[in-house]
């Protein structure tokens, strides 16, 4: 566990966002909201995004997309991708060979 004594533990957040929005736009809009302090965006997929952040940054990031997209709700927290991408199959990444 040297890993996460290092960088701290991290949750992953998936919100629901307007289906129209992509992961450029939204990534544009925190920028231009938050400055430098934007939240990591893994994945942005049919309307749902998976966010990564500290365990102390979830209610700060669910404010950030709140106030980028009115529509955002936060869906699920957890601390690893495959709980998150067994709750929402959608999520799930195509294996590379």
Not at 17 to 33: G, N
Not at 68 to 91: A, C, H, Q
Request: hydrophobic fraction near 25%; charge should be positive.
């Amino acid at each position: 566990m040297v890993v996460k004594s290092k960088r701290g533990r991290r949750r992953y957040v998936v919100f629901s966002t307007s289906p129209s929005m992509t992961k450029e736009d939204l990534i544009r809009s925190l920028r231009s909201s938050c400055g430098e302090n934007v939240p990591y965006v893994i994945q942005h997929t049919n309307g749902k995004t998976v966010i990564r952040c500290a365990p102390s940054e979830i209610d700060d990031v669910s404010m950030k997309l709140k106030s980028v997209d009115d529509s955002s709700e936060s869906l699920i927290t957890s601390g690893t991708l495959k709980t998150i991408r067994e709750k929402y199959p959608e999520l799930k990444t195509q294996k590379k060979h």
